[in-house]
Nanobody, 114 residues
Framework: VQLQAFGGALVQAGGSLRLSCAASGTISNGVVMGWWRQPPGKQREFVASITAGDTTAYTDSVKSRFTISRGNARNTMILQMNSLKADDTAHYYC?????????WGQGTQVTVSS
């Protein structure tokens, strides 16, 4: 399984960005897809996830601002990020768990200027 993430950019605080992740390869029907991020000098942290049944979960700091969804193409995932804050600055990684195996993409950089 290979993952490609797109959409990172430099944006002003209060702005919006849309990240996308495309997974290729053999994906199980019970796949869980998600986004993690690693702020500068900090550990990687959970952002949001979506199951095959479209159940979503978010870390508290992004609830009501970020929305995770599946894309129109199979095995794609979208993270719509609104009302961005400087604290959202991080390298964002997409993650897929398929048949108990965890796959990570190379990530995309999001920088929010205050």
């Amino acid at each position: 399984v290979q993952l490609q993430a797109f959409g990172g950019a430099l944006v002003q605080a209060g702005g919006s960005l849309r990240l996308s992740c495309a997974a290729s390869g053999t994906i199980s029907n019970g796949v869980v897809m998600g986004w993690w991020r690693q702020p500068p000098g900090k550990q990687r942290e959970f952002v949001a996830s979506i199951t095959a049944g479209d159940t979503t979960a978010y870390t508290d700091s992004v609830k009501s601002r970020f929305t995770i969804s599946r894309g129109n193409a199979r095995n794609t995932m979208i993270l719509q990020m609104n009302s961005l804050k400087a604290d959202d600055t991080a390298h964002y990684y997409c993650k897929v768990t398929s048949n108990g195996i965890v796959y990570w993409g190379q990530g995309t950089q999001v920088t929010v200027s205050s």
